[in-house]
């Protein structure tokens, strides 16, 4: 395909490459890449849910590797799999559950490829107990650009380390090994407890942390009163049921041209109102299947067009434990004054299990994820005055959330940049690497 358009989840950013590819086999793939090469960068893609534009390149080659999905093998005994790098969560949910297996973390969303994970190291609501998604990845398969084929498997490798969390930069992601973990029921015991504010989410995480595999809370920042910053705190365990039935593929379409706002001040002021409200009891237990309780948005298919053509943005930090209360005051504080208020809003904690990848997001501490509708100047200025806080407070911004951090932001929170800089293929780029190197 010439001249393609596309977009990342976001749709923040339009970008035109000059050549789309999407090989179907390894042979496939090397004799395009041989035949393109001299069309100078390249930028590997999967389903494309990364928010800004680490996924996104104006000029190139862009390979779409999402016919890789074959399953290579699979021990269930001691739930140690081997997959193409272009399969799904969604698909190999599908296939490992009914075995009494789940990925050991996952996203907020099933619609991401296994080479998307290790290429942003994902993070989870249990990151205190498995930590990222490349701390149960035992060994992966890269291809460079120049045609090497690479097998890493020492997590202690500096190839392996730039990979993980690498966005797609040090080659082709073409399998993975993965550790997975065994359940015993597709449904989990879920506990929500109302906050009324910060102070109140940290001694529910405190108390929460031992006994419970799953965290996150949902933060409500659309409140201008004394309520602002109250919210749902969940916590859960997997049930022990037997009952080993994967998720539904039902799915509700979002049409693009809603001829009104979904996500507008007033509506969403309005549906937080009556979210928090909708449980009168400070605590409410429920069984909840784990397709509701991990991927309760993809049920909307196409849910990023509620934001209409322009689009939305989402800004996730991480502060430091040591730092996370005053730092999220601070944040708090900013965002109660700037009144460009954010839609959906998700707070949760990282533990103390470290990153594998020099590039990888999560360190011990709290983060915040917040989704804003699109106006570049409002979130150009909002952005800047949160990143300030966030370096200050040594924390970090998430690259595959990411549309506006600078190169100073990036490389000074960051500290292995430059480590990573030395395994980065050089063929491989993309606007987001554009923007901060």
């Known amino acids: 395909m010439n001249d393609h358009n ?3 989840w976001g749709r923040l950013k339009r970008a ?3 050549q789309v590819i999407k090989p179907n086999n390894y042979e496939d793939l090397l004799k395009n890449l041989k035949k393109h090469r001299k069309l100078g960068k390249v930028l590997p893609i999967g389903l494309m849910r990364s928010y800004g534009d680490s996924c996104l390149i104006k000029e190139g080659l862009l390979l779409d590797m999402t016919e890789f999905k074959k399953i290579n093998s699979f021990d269930e005994q001691s739930g140690l799999i081997n997959v193409q790098a272009g399969i799904s969560l969604d698909e190999l949910l599908k296939f490992i559950v009914p075995k009494g297996w ?5 996203p907020g969303t099933k619609y991401v490829t296994i080479g998307g994970a290790i290429a ?19 060994k992966i398969k ?10 890493l498997e020492d ?13 797609g930069l040090t080659g082709l992601i073409l399998e993975a090994e993965i550790e997975l973990a065994e359940i015993k ?20 995480e405190k108390q929460s942390i031992e006994n419970y595999e799953f965290t996150v809370s949902w933060i409500d920042l659309t409140n201008e009163s004394k309520y602002f910053g109250r919210g749902l705190f969940q916590r859960a365990n997997w049930a022990d049921d037997k009952d080993l039935t994967p998720h539904s593929s039902f799915k509700i379409p979002i049409p693009f041209g809603v001829g009104f706002n979904l996500v507008s001040k007033k509506l969403m002021k309005l549906f937080n109102f009556l979210y928090f409200s909708k449980n009168l009891k400070k605590k409410t237990k429920e069984k909840t299947h784990y397709g509701t309780f991990f991927y309760p948005l993809d049920v909307l298919r196409g849910w990023n067009k509620l934001y209409g053509k322009n689009g939305f943005s989402q800004y996730q930090f991480v502060l430091p434990e040591e730092n996370s209360k005053t730092g999220l005051d601070e944040i708090l504080e900013v965002l109660k004054n700037d009144k460009f208020m954010p839609r959906l809003c998700v707070l949760k904690t990282f533990g103390k299990i470290p990153s594998l990848g020099h590039l990888s997001f999560p360190l011990k501490g709290t983060t915040l994820a917040m989704d804003f509708p699109v106006n570049i100047k409002k979130n150009k200025n909002l952005y800047s005055k949160l990143d300030e806080i966030v370096i200050k407070n040594g924390g970090r911004i998430y690259p595959a959330k990411d549309s506006f951090m600078n190169s100073k932001t990036f490389q000074s929170s960051y500290k292995n940049f430059h480590k990573f800089k030395k395994f980065k293929d050089t063929h491989i780029s993309s606007d987001f690497w554009e923007r901060v190197s």
């Open 6 to 8: 596309y977009f990342s």
């Open 16 to 18: 035109s490459a000059p």
């Open 102 to 106: 789940f990925i050991p973390t996952s």
């Open 120 to 138: 942003n190291d994902i993070h989870g609501k249990n990151h205190h107990k498995f930590g990222s998604f490349c701390n149960s990845v035992k």
């Open 142 to 151: 890269v291809l460079s650009t120049e045609g090497k084929l690479q097998l």
């Open 155 to 167: 997590p202690d490798d500096e190839m392996f380390k730039a990979t993980c969390g690498g966005l």
């Open 185 to 204: 029921s597709s449904y989990l015991n879920v506990e929500t407890i109302k906050f009324n504010n910060l102070k109140e989410f940290f001694e529910i």
